[in-house]
């Protein structure tokens, strides 16, 4: 099982079974906001609010990446994750 495209990808992770770890899931996230919105602009959360933290830092990671380079590589690791998740 593939996907093709971006909503093939989110359709694909619905499927899952079993969880991806933290580290694979901050990566997803970080990965889809880039491709959905690009660069993020939005403002730093609280210091102690982690998981805020730690989705604004993932998404921070991919900055500079264009929207097809993001959606790319979201589908790949889709589609790595999809192997051991299905």
């Known amino acids: 099982m593939s996907a093709q495209t971006l909503e093939d ?3 694909l992770t619905k499927k899952f ?3 991806p770890s933290n580290e694979d899931l901050l990566k997803l996230y970080g990965l889809y906001k880039q491709a959905t919105e690009g660069d993020n602009e939005t ?7 982690f998981k805020a933290a ?4 993932a998404w921070l990671n991919m900055k500079g990446k264009s929207k097809e380079e993001a959606t790319e590589q979201y589908i790949q690791l889709v589609d790595q994750l999809s192997k051991t998740h299905i």
């Open 9 to 11: 990808a989110i359709a």
């Open 17 to 19: 079974t079993g969880k």
């Open 43 to 49: 403002e730093r959360p609280g210091s102690f609010d």
């Open 54 to 57: 730690a989705k604004y830092n």
